[in-house]
């Protein structure tokens, strides 16, 4: 699918940027709904954890506690692990 998206979008579509494919997918569902553009996660894994980071981050204890059975630990190869500080990214909002 990613290789067709240029020939859907046409051939002066920039590749990044406000008219990009990936800023249209966006600005199209909130338009519609009246809601303001949401950030593009490509998994719900990823989106899961930059949830418990943003909520984790803000706290004087940054943590946060996953059942050992849940999905974002077994199925998703311990995603609550956590990342050095350097490596951290504010998500954008």
């Known amino acids: 699918m ?3 998206t240029p020939a859907l979008m046409g051939g002066d579509t920039p590749p990044d940027g406000p008219d990009s494919p ?3 997918l966006k600005r199209h ?3 519609l ?12 894994t990823m989106a899961k ?3 418990l980071r943003r909520h984790a981050d803000g706290r004087e204890r940054p943590a ?3 059942h050992p059975q849940s999905r974002l630990e077994v199925c998703r190869s311990r995603a609550t ?3 050095p500080a350097n490596e951290r990214a504010a998500p954008a909002m």
């Open 2 to 4: 990613l290789h067709q």
């Open 22 to 24: 990936v800023a249209v």
């Open 29 to 31: 569902p909130a338009d």
């Open 33 to 44: 709904l009246g809601k303001q553009v949401a950030p593009f996660f490509p998994n719900g």
């Open 49 to 51: 954890q930059t949830v």
């Open 64 to 66: 946060c506690v996953a």
């Open 81 to 83: 692990t956590p990342c």
